[in-house]
């Protein structure tokens, strides 16, 4: 074990200067009175480690402070050598907690409780109108949309033709083939039917028109939404069918329409031909779904307009026909499951002039 004393011929053994009792090698604190005494130069500097950078600060309690974050070692009891501080702990011990600084006792510090209050005060307020926002945002969302009902303005005329379905008193053709397809009148309504994917009409009965306004509600209300529903005008009756040629507007239960035009082929056959290029047209205007919608066709010479609730969708010119039946129908396209069913109420047709 090496000793705490200085070799033969080493440095002059410094006494304490209080109690004059000689200090052992290095050891600054007194053991018979633990003053502090400084060491020389060159003896102080071989127990402390050179911390680059750092200016020594003045004494405190009876040893010297260190630098801002670092933490002096206590004196050494009596006896005992005294080991100065190496980056903030006492060396041997690793794992010994750092010395606080001595705290003096200080009353409330007023402003930091009010910044504390004022934080609160923040925190609520925030907390509340973040609540007040959360809560009527999920009322807005949970709220049901409701389409504003959209105001039909007919003509005061007189019209040429108009039914409210309340009974058969114009005498619809009302034959019916179970589970193939079906015509109803009554209730204020026509309901037209087909279930075994072909279009079914029903023609205006013993009326023919040229020029005319039309007004007709209609709904989809049963069957896949890309069945169609819609009106015939200027049909007019074939060999093999009681509406051969026509202009036939047709709307569709995803919001979407197109317009057809009956023709004869080459061959004398009957053959539909799209006048909207084969397209199914969206429109914002169109209800999807079991939602009503109302339908305005004006025709007036070759021009045909085509509303839905009071939104122009489309004008065809076209100088082909110029007159003949008006129907109401219901599509169930072969590409889809059986049943269709459509839902009519309140038809009139207005002169033109």
């Known amino acids: 074990m090496s000793s705490m004393y200085p070799p033969h011929g080493g440095q002059t053994i ?7 009792l000689p200090l052992l090698p290095d050891a600054p604190v007194c053991r018979n ?99 007040y926002f959360f809560f009527f945002n999920n009322q807005s969302q949970n709220t049901v949309t409701v389409t504003p009902t959209i105001a039909i303005v007919t ?3 007189k019209p040429l033709f108009s039914d409210n379905f309340q009974d058969n008193a114009n005498k619809w053709n009302l034959t019916s083939i179970p589970g193939q397809y079906s015509v109803t009148v009554g209730g204020n309504q026509m309901v037209l ?3 075994h994917n072909k279009l079914l009409w029903e023609i205006v009965p013993g009326r023919t028109f040229s020029d005319f306004r039309l007004d007709v509600d209609a709904k989809l209300s049963k069957g896949d939404k890309k069945n169609g ?26 919001g979407t329409f197109a317009i057809y035009k009956g023709t004869l082929d080459a061959n004398g056959k009957l053959v539909g031909t799209s006048l909207t290029n084969n397209e199914y047209i969206p429109n914002a205007a169109i209800q999807t779904g079991g939602a009503s919608n109302h339908i305005t066709i004006i025709a007036k010479g070759s021009s045909m307009e085509f509303r839905v609730n009071n939104v122009l ?13 008006v129907a109401l129908f219901v599509s169930n396209l072969p590409t889809v499951r059986p049943v269709a069913q459509a839902i009519f109420a309140r038809l009139a047709i207005f002169p033109v002039s």
């Open 33 to 131: 009175c633990g003053w502090y005494n400084a060491l020389p130069p060159q003896q102080f500097a071989s127990g402390v480690p050179n911390m680059q950078g750092q200016n020594q600060q003045a004494h405190f309690n009876g040893f010297a402070n260190a630098q801002p974050g670092i933490y002096a070692a206590p004196p050494a009891a009596p006896g005992n050598t005294f080991q100065p501080a190496i980056n903030g702990f006492s060396q041997g011990n690793y794992y010994q907690q750092p010395l606080q600084p001595q705290q003096h006792k200080r009353g409330p510090n007023v402003v930091a409780i009010l910044l504390v209050i004022i934080a609160l005060l923040l925190l609520i307020g925030s907390g509340s109108i973040a609540g």
């Open 193 to 195: 039917e087909d279930d």
């Open 14 to 20: 410094q006494s304490c200067v209080r109690c004059g």
């Open 229 to 254: 529903y819609g009106v015939y005008i200027r049909g007019i009756a074939s060999q093999a069918s009681d509406i051969g040629l026509y202009y036939r507007f047709e709307l569709y239960g995803d």
């Open 313 to 325: 969708v489309k004008t065809i010119n076209d100088s082909a026909y110029k007159g003949g039946e």
């Open 155 to 157: 003509p005061s005329i």
